[in-house]
């Protein structure tokens, strides 16, 4: 524990690649911490970036569970997919039970961390949105850790929210960690990874874009069908 809080707290702490070399043969639950801790207690930290790595770090042997990169693979998706599903749950539970006090207007590191604007950026996103908010929002920076207290605090169905928490989850935690693993040793993308995972940030708004432009679509055919009628 006290080692995570040192990666924490060193200038290098959003460098993915960087964290891994520093935690050794901790990495996997270091970093699995931090998904929980991004999902669940409202740190902004390279959740996306850092799946991506873990998944190239499997498939050059740096991170070896069973001595088989596949059966590693699978454990290792396991591990972030629970971690960042654990993570949502003790995040709606504080929101539920904590409240939109939390979010009140505060100097420091506090009021930075907690900032209203963070929160009514997420409630707007959750109307816009609906529960699917909460798989689309996994891919979007900022949004994804606090949705889940924002369904706290709005008292979400914790059923519906379970269900589609761990849609995301899925989706998220294994998807770009597999995608890390097939694409890491790519050679042109492993000696850029810096260009890489700007990359994945970029690709993985490109659901809510899609959605974002359906959105529009359904709007302006809502008063040509109106008309018609």
Request: net charge neutral; hydrophobic share 55%.
């Amino acid at each position: 524990m006290n080692a995570l809080l040192l990666v924490l707290l060193m200038p290098n702490w959003m460098n993915p690649e960087y964290i891994i070399h520093w935690l050794g043969n901790w990495a996997l639950w270091g970093c699995a911490f931090i998904i929980f801790a991004e999902c669940g207690l409202f740190a902004i930290l390279p959740g996306d970036s850092l799946l991506f790595t873990i998944g190239m770090f499997v498939a050059l042997g740096s991170i070896d569970l069973t001595g088989d990169p596949v059966s590693t693979l699978i454990l290792t998706c396991i591990i972030l997919t629970i971690a960042a599903i654990a993570g949502n749950a003790v995040g709606y539970w504080l929101g539920r039970l904590i409240g939109p006090p939390i979010f009140k207007p505060r100097d420091g590191f506090i009021g930075k961390l907690f900032d209203p604007k963070y929160v009514a950026r997420t409630h707007d996103f959750m109307e816009h949105y609906g529960s699917r908010a909460l798989i689309l929002a996994r891919f979007v920076p900022i949004v994804r850790t606090f949705v889940t207290l924002v369904a706290g605090v709005a008292k979400m169905s914790f059923r519906t929210f379970m269900i589609y928490t761990a849609i995301g989850g899925v989706l998220w935690a294994t998807g770009i960690t597999v995608l890390g693993y097939f694409l890491g040793t790519v050679p042109f993308i492993h000696d850029n990874l810096e260009v890489a995972l700007i990359l994945i940030v970029a690709v993985s708004l490109i659901p809510m874009g899609v959605e974002y432009l359906l959105h529009k679509r359904r709007r302006a055919a809502a008063p040509a069908a109106e008309a018609t009628e």
